[in-house]
């Protein structure tokens, strides 16, 4: 088969070969996956600012905690959120500064795009 040639003007850059192994970004891929849906993405938010409960998440958000629940087990999973035992109570709180750093370039870039003068809606 016969490769295809670009009939642009402009000059094309050089790839330099060093694309990610498939296994890191279907990893990848995955991630983003988790990040695709609003409930999880406020959560996240809430989490962004302190631990808390299932029953406190559940509480501001207006939703029942076993949704909640079913969406902080997604969360655990992909690894963005922790948690830890205080007698029967579970807190949650974002995994690490990772987690932080893409919720919070992720609601930048969102802010961007809105027109201007518009406003930003909260929780």
């Known amino acids: ?18 694309m990610p192994d498939d296994n890191v970004l279907y990893v990848v891929s995955e991630l983003f996956k988790v990040f695709g849906d609003t409930t999880r993405i406020k959560i996240l938010f809430l989490l962004l600012k302190k631990e808390m409960c299932v ?17 902080l087990r997604v969360l655990k999973q992909a ?5 830890r035992r205080e007698g029967k109570t579970v807190f949650y709180s974002l995994a690490d500064g ?7 370039q992720g609601l930048e870039h969102a802010a961007e795009q809105l027109p201007s003068g518009q406003p930003q809606t909260g929780i």
């Open 55 to 71: 029953c406190d998440i559940a509480g501001l958000l207006g939703m029942q905690q076993s949704a909640i629940s079913h969406q």
């Open 79 to 83: 690894r963005l959120v922790k948690f």
């Open 98 to 104: 990772h987690v932080e750093t893409m919720l919070s």
């Open 1 to 18: 088969m016969e490769k295809e040639h670009c009939h642009c003007s402009s000059e094309h850059s050089e790839f330099d070969g060093n």
